[in-house]
């Protein structure tokens, strides 16, 4: 990664806006007619009051394959370890985050007007987009 992208680049840079969220209570159906009809790799899942408690990736989806998924729901299977960062870390940040903790997407919560509410999703996939476009 050059020097100069991960000084000056931050995660609002190259982020992902717009979250697709999911309720607690949401069908693992449901989630799944989402990821596609999106094009989104996962999702996250908020409590009702906004909060981010998990997240949904393709492949927790696929893990309960052969389970009824009209029965399942998004708290069934979300992973609640959910790793944040704010808009202003650096590439250089998130790509480290990304690597030590073997995950595969940050979200990204606003630091204001709404204090910690989900704004965007950093995956593998904008880092590399961002490294080439550099070059």
């Known amino acids: 990664m050059s020097m100069e992208l991960s000084k000056e680049k931050r995660v609002r840079d190259i982020m992902t806006r717009g979250v697709i969220s999911v309720s607690l ?15 989104v790799s996962g999702v996250v899942v908020t409590a009702p009051d906004g909060e981010a408690v998990g997240v949904i990736s393709e492949i927790d989806v696929i893990k309960v394959f052969d389970q009824n998924w009209d029965t399942l729901t998004a708290e069934d299977i979300m992973s609640s370890f959910v790793r944040t960062v704010d808009p202003e870390t650096s590439i250089k940040k998130a790509a480290d985050i990304m690597r030590d903790l073997n995950i595969h997407r940050l979200l990204i919560l606003s630091l204001s007007p709404a204090y910690g509410l989900p704004v965007g999703i950093v995956t593998p996939r904008d880092i590399l987009s961002a490294i080439v476009r550099s070059q």
């Open 25 to 39: 209570d949401t069908s693992v159906s449901e989630v799944a007619r989402i990821l596609v009809e999106k094009d």
